[in-house]
Structure formats: structure tokens, C-alpha cells
């Protein structure tokens, strides 16, 4: 199968932006399926955004010149762990809560993925069976297990993978050389009855970005005694990184309930980390050196949020709870320019949402959750392809 065909059938229109999103659940199809109108690689064009021909990962306007897109009955029912949507990379795991992609162009993504409640860490890419790389310690009893996944900022010499785990005593970071078993990096941040999920990435500046919970007890968020409910900034060795506003300390904002997860943007300019708070869920801007107490955007349903991505267009947030995806377009000042854009819902999407990391500003690899309350196909859980792109043309529900 043609990469351009993959972007073909992965790519479906949401709120006029281009994602990997028209898969259906297939829970609810018919017992006598039969495929309509198949789409082939010869019949299928490719959809380009107005003005661009290249066809690339950041094309698509989703259907441009009124060209049909394919239609979830187009795609054939996963089969056990065989998953026939082009954009699924890896199938029949655990909850995929945890991401990171490998580098790459984002024409055929690889990624590693982290199931919460067995610590594995699995290598995934489309057509291989999913390869477990590492497992580390966890125990995921209390809400936490390993929540966050991600390469080391100097990957390319080190080969370092980085986790964030809770174990029976604490909620750690450790770092996992190739081959080798899980060694702890930053130890002792608080573990309680809840609030142990965490959340992990870089922040393209040479750093490691950490998201912690409040352990089950809100007032360890606003005391700096505590590593609890924070965002620390570390480098490799665990040590608090160069430029944070106090170079003594890790910790760069505070305030955090539960921590779904931490984004940079590529070039390091802006830094977001969802929450689900007490009342509402939450995404907040992350400045280095203030708290976290005005959200950039908040959601009084609280469709669970979960991981991030930053582009230079929009911030894209992964639901747990709701099932969906979302982004918010920036304005060229920063600020949010409309409301967000809800994309792969329902039978459109691939259930409920965890992980999420970019390739690149088009492409980012995300994993499903439906094993954790869901409704699991044969294939799930699952790692999937995601293009993103445009989201200053989006806008749509509240």
C-alpha cells in the first residue's frame, strides 16, 4: 500500500482540517458486512489543501474539488489483531496511555508506546507486530502506573528512553538505556490514593518536562515543598535544567490535580499541559515561573483530557473520556482564535484517546484507551496515525 494512499483513505475532514480520523468502531456493524463503492489506490485521488499540489503529510483539505472521501463502510472490520485502517500502526496492546515518536519524515511513522497498567514499553509501526523494547516496575492500582513516555533530548547520540511510573511506594522518572532494565532518575514525588497520573515530554530546548499529580491531596500543589502537582523541568540526569527561574529547584509552575498530559511546540516557543481539575478539565499555557491558575481553556464536561501536541497552528487534545480529538487555533499573537474543533468522534474516530506526540507539525502518533471503560474492538487497543494541519481554519463546538 502507496504512503499516498494511506494518507488517502487515513485522512478524513473535521472542522476543514485534515486528520487520520475516519475509522469507525465497528462495534456496531452488521454481521453480513460487505465493503460499498471500494475505494481503490488507483481510483482514489489525492485530496490537496487550495494552492499546493504536493500531496505531502500536510496536505488535504479533505475532499478538495469535491472529491469524495471514504466513508467508514469503505474500510473493512478489524479481524482479531489485524486492523484494516490504514492509519493503525499497532494493535492488540494494553491502554495506551503513553507516546513517543521515533524521528522520521511522517511518511511511515514508528513510535513508542506505554500501556499504563503492565509498564511495557512497545516499538510499533505499521505492518509489524508490536515489539516489546522494555518493561518497567509499575503499579497501577491507585490510577497511575506508567502515565508518560519520552526520548531523551539528545536521542539521536543516546538512544535514552525516559518513563514516568508509579511504583508501590512513589511516582518516579526513570531512564531506560537500550537493553537494559529501568533506573531511577528523580524518586519521591508524593504517591497517594489518587492523583498519581502523570505526564511526560520534551520541551525542544534540550529538557524533559514532567507533570505530576497532587497524590490525592490538593494542597500539595501550592506547597514548593512538595514535588507534588507541579511541572519540573529536568535534564537526563534528573537535575533541575539549565534556565529554570530558580536553578536550584525543578519545579517551573504549579497547581496541578491530575495531569493528562505536556506538550511542547517543535521550536520550544510555547509549552501546554492539560489537567483534569476538581470541577472542569483544563489546559493551561505553561510559563516557566508562574502558577497554573487562569487555564488558556477549560471544559465544564470534562471529556477527560489526555495528551497533547502543539503546532504552530493549533493545540490538539486527545479525549479519554468523550472519545475524541480536539484543537483550538492560535491567533498569530498566541492567543486562541475560535472555539475548538472537535474531530474523530463516534464512528468516525477510534474510540477513547490517551497518548499523543508529533513527528513533525503535520504528522503525530497517538494511542487508544478503549480497554479502560471503553468499548474495545478485536483490535484494540491500538496506535494510529494522525495528520494535523490547518487548525487556524478550524472552529465548531464549545
Known amino acids: 500500500m502507496g504512503v499516498g494512499w494511506r494518507r488517502l483513505v487515513a485522512g478524513l475532514t473535521a ?87 521515533l524521528p522520521g519524515n511522517g511518511n511511515d511513522p514508528t513510535a513508542l508506546v506505554g500501556e499504563r497498567a503492565t509498564g511495557r514499553i512497545l516499538r510499533v509501526k505499521k505492518d509489524t507486530e508490536p515489539k516489546v523494547v522494555a518493561v518497567a516496575p509499575v503499579d497501577a492500582s491507585t490510577g497511575g502506573g506508567l502515565t508518560g513516555l519520552a526520548l531523551s533530548p539528545t536521542y539521536a547520540e543516546d538512544q535514552l528512553i525516559f518513563a514516568y511510573i508509579t511504583t508501590p511506594t512513589d511516582n518516579r ?14 524518586t519521591g514525588i508524593p504517591r497517594g490514593p489518587s492523583g498519581n497520573r502523570g505526564a511526560l515530554s ?36 534528573g537535575k533541575p535544567a539549565q534556565g529554570n527561574p530558580d536553578p536550584t529547584s525543578p519545579i517551573v509552575a504549579d497547581g496541578l490535580h491530575s495531569p493528562g498530559g505536556v506538550c511542547a511546540s517543535l521550536d520550544g516557543s510555547r509549552m501546554w499541559v492539560t489537567d483534569r ?10 510559563e516557566p515561573g508562574k502558577p497554573l491558575t487562569t487555564p488558556a481553556w477549560s471544559w465544564s464536561d470534562r471529556p477527560g483530557v489526555a495528551g497533547c501536541v502543539s503546532t504552530p497552528d493549533a ?12 484543537n483550538l487555533p492560535l491567533a498569530e499573537d498566541g492567543s486562541f482564535s475560535g472555539k475548538p474543533a472537535v474531530s474523530m468522534a463516534g464512528d468516525e474516530g477510534f474510540g477513547r484517546l490517551g ?5 513533525n507539525d ?19 487497543d491500538r496506535a494510529v496515525t494522525i495528520v494535523v494541519t490547518g487548525g487556524n481554519q478550524a472552529g465548531g463546538p464549545d
Not at 522518572?173 to 528523580?186: E, F, H, Q, S, Y
Open 15 to 101: 472542522g476543514g482540517v485534515l486528520l487520520t480520523a475516519g475509522c469507525a468502531s465497528f462495534s456496531d456493524q452488521p454481521e453480513e458486512w460487505r465493503p460499498q463503492d471500494q475505494v481503490t489506490p488507483q481510483s482514489a485521488p489525492e485530496p490537496q489543501v487550495p494552492g499546493e499540489n504536493d500531496g505531502g503529510p500536510g496536505g488535504g483539505g479533505g475532499g478538495a474539488g469535491g472529491q469524495r472521501q471514504p466513508r467508514p463502510s469503505d474500510i473493512r472490520p478489524p479481524e482479531g489483531c489485524t486492523d484494516f485502517h490504514p492509519a493503525v500502526i499497532g494493535t492488540c496492546m494494553d491502554r495506551v496511555t503513553a507516546v513517543a515518536a
Open 173 to 186: 522518572l526513570v531512564r531506560i538505556a537500550p537493553g537494559d532494565t529501568p533506573k531511577p532518575v528523580l
Open 202 to 237: 520534551v520541551d525542544h530546548r534540550g529538557a524533559l518536562l514532567v507533570a505530576t499529580g497532587d497524590a490525592g491531596n490538593p494542597a500539595l500543589a501550592n506547597n514548593p515543598a512538595s514535588l507534588a502537582g507541579k511541572v519540573l523541568r529536568v535534564d537526563p540526569s
Open 277 to 286: 481539575g476538581v470541577q472542569r478539565d483544563l489546559l493551561y499555557q505553561l
Open 315 to 326: 493545540v490538539w487534545v486527545a479525549m479519554s473520556t468523550a472519545g475524541n480529538l480536539q
Open 355 to 359: 497518548g499523543m506526540d508529533l513527528v
Open 362 to 380: 503535520q504528522v503525530a502518533v497517538g494511542g487508544t484507551v478503549n480497554k479502560d471503560g471503553g468499548t474495545p474492538v478485536s483490535s484494540d
